[in-house]
């Protein structure tokens, strides 16, 4: 039986593909990733699939769920079984998410991972954290260990932002490159302020409904008061639903709005770009707009949304959902956008465009260092 080998020889096979001396058609990449019913998570899982693909034609994605998520079945997980199925059957494995550091989603294990045969890559990974100013969310010390060894098998690393690169630094992890969260990646495009458009207003992540009720009910407050007030703007509100358990949330809370939700990402991706404003606590919604070029405010909830901040230069912009002042603050914001004053995204879209470039760098160094590892240098990238 598979399960009573050795630790060792429970990771075999008798020839793992990325090492077969073959002509490759294709390169068979598992990528591990939060297959959700979250919209944002799929923003992640899109800019990097399109953008591996733009620099190794030969990719062929095979989908492998990072944790247990619904929907989805065994084996889940660079572990165990799925180990062995990638050993087998993998020419590269990626790991590319969002919050995958938080709490160590992926449960990669120490024992484990150095059998990995073919070339691993973390791509696009973020710290998270239980409110503002908590520090990054670990249950166990055995997650930094795991983490860590995780780390020296990978061959490339990228994160998302600042805080995600100095937390891997104090683990002693010095190789990871800040690139800006992939989503943000998917579009390259000039701010503009559209009038008499849609002002989106993101419905607030479920776990915010159960675990933080207090701040679940601020973020109603702001989407109660922007129904209200969007058309003294010329601006139509509608509610954007990211998360299927979202939907009847809403309708309850908001009977008589206007919602969006869509499980098609190509849709979602859609009405984001045709939006004038986007407001609100979801996070990848942000990001998106920001690359789209469409003006934003960000609630910042956690670690994820103080990362973004800092690392884009929007401390005077953003607003913590504990700001005593948050509705008058987001009005204000939202005035200065519909006047056309579009300053406050100038050193955004710097930065945005300087990290883009790091992260294209980073993309075609992943294809390179795969077509290396395969003997296929001269191909792709």
């Keep these: 039986m598979f399960w009573f080998k050795s630790r060792t020889e429970r990771f075999k096979v008798a020839l793992p593909r990325s090492r077969m001396p073959i002509r490759r058609r294709s390169v068979v990449i598992h990528h591990y990733c939060p297959h959700t019913f979250n919209a944002g998570d799929h923003f992640v899982i899109r800019s990097i699939r399109s953008h591996l693909k ?29 180990l062995v199925y990638s050993n087998r059957y993998a020419d590269a494995v990626v790991i590319g998410g969002s919050d995958q550091y938080n709490n160590w989603s992926l449960r990669i294990r120490s024992g484990e991972i150095r059998h990995l045969v073919p070339p691993l890559y973390l791509i696009g990974m973020g710290i998270s954290s239980k409110q503002l100013g908590a520090p990054p969310h670990m249950e166990k010390k055995s997650y930094l260990k795991d983490m860590r060894v995780t780390h020296e098998v990978a061959r490339m690393v990228s994160v998302r932002d600042e805080p995600t690169q100095r937390f891997l630094q104090e683990l002693g992890i010095e190789k990871a490159v800040v690139t800006g969260c992939p989503a943000m990646h998917l579009f390259a495009e000039e701010f503009r302020f559209e009038s008499g458009g849609v002002l989106a207003l993101t419905f607030p992540f479920p776990v915010v409904r159960k675990n933080r009720p207090q701040v679940y009910g601020r973020l ?25 358990r979202d939907v009847h949330v809403a309708q309850e809370a908001f009977p008589e709005a206007e919602l969006f939700f869509s499980n098609y990402v190509d849709k979602v991706i859609d009405f984001y770009r045709s939006t004038s404003v986007v407001l609100g606590s979801r996070l990848h919604a942000t990001i998106l707009a920001a690359g789209a070029g469409i003006p934003f405010v960000n609630i910042d909830l956690d670690a994820r949304g ?27 914001r939202v005035e200065r956008i519909v006047s056309g004053d579009l300053h406050p995204f100038e050193e955004l879209r710097a930065r945005r465009d300087r990290y883009r470039r790091i992260f294209l760098d980073f993309m075609r160094g992943v294809a390179r260092d795969i077509l290396a590892v395969l003997g296929m240098e001269g191909e792709g990238a």
């Design 306 to 332: 103080e990362g973004f901040t800092q690392t884009f230069g929007l401390s005077g912009w953003n607003l913590p959902v504990e700001d005593g002042r948050l509705i008058q603050k987001l009005s204000d």
């Design 54 to 82: 733009r620099f190794l034609p030969e990719a062929v994605f095979v989908p492998k769920a990072s944790a247990f998520n619904r929907g989805w079945g065994d084996p889940v997980r660079l572990t165990g079984k799925n």
């Design 220 to 244: 109603l407050d702001v989407i109660r008061h922007f129904l209200r007030h969007a058309r003294d703007w010329g601006l139509r509100p509608v509610v954007v639903c990211h998360d299927d």
